[in-house]
């Protein structure tokens, strides 16, 4: 039982000797790994950088044409019904038997064609304003920011950078230390 309490005792130690090696980095430090820490810049100028982007959109163009219409002026079947009866009665009066029946069945086609063909003399054709539209891309060119050139001080020398962003009046820097080889 004493072995188990001594062994006991010498792990705890162990533990306790492992933390006691930790570095105490002290508050408020903001170093990292690798000898990096950071730390605040005063900006002293940001220039926006531009670039000219080539985009295209959809634009709807109308445009006013002139469209033939016709005025059928009441047409309405009527010289088609009396061509198809004068033409199956002309056809009925042609042939015997079942010829006579194909006869005014084709009579009755004829006619009505030649009666619809009659009645159209009369329509009207005249010319109307009509607006058409389509949809078509229009090519535009814009600037647009495409990141920022900062110039900073930090601890009396001045730097520069490319930025995403506007840092604004102050920005965070990463200082990083190493030996020289």
Partial sequence: MLKNVLLAALAGAALFAGSAQAQD???????????????????????????????TRPREECYDTEV?????????????????????ALGNQVGKGDGRKAATVAGALIGGAIGNNAARRDDRYYAEPETRCRTVSERYSERRIVGYDVQYRYR???????????????????????PAE
């Fill in 156 to 178: 009396g020398d001045v730097f520069m950078s490319h930025l995403d962003y506007d840092p604004g009046e102050r920005m965070r820097v990463r200082v990083s230390v190493a």
């Fill in 68 to 88: 033939e219409r016709r005025d059928s002026r009441g047409n309405n079947g009527a010289g088609t019904v009396i061509g198809a009866i004068v033409g199956g």
């Fill in 25 to 55: 980095r002290g508050y408020g430090d903001d170093r990292g790994p690798d000898n990096v820490r950071l730390a605040w810049a005063d900006v002293l100028r940001v220039d926006p950088v531009y670039d000219e982007v080539v985009s």
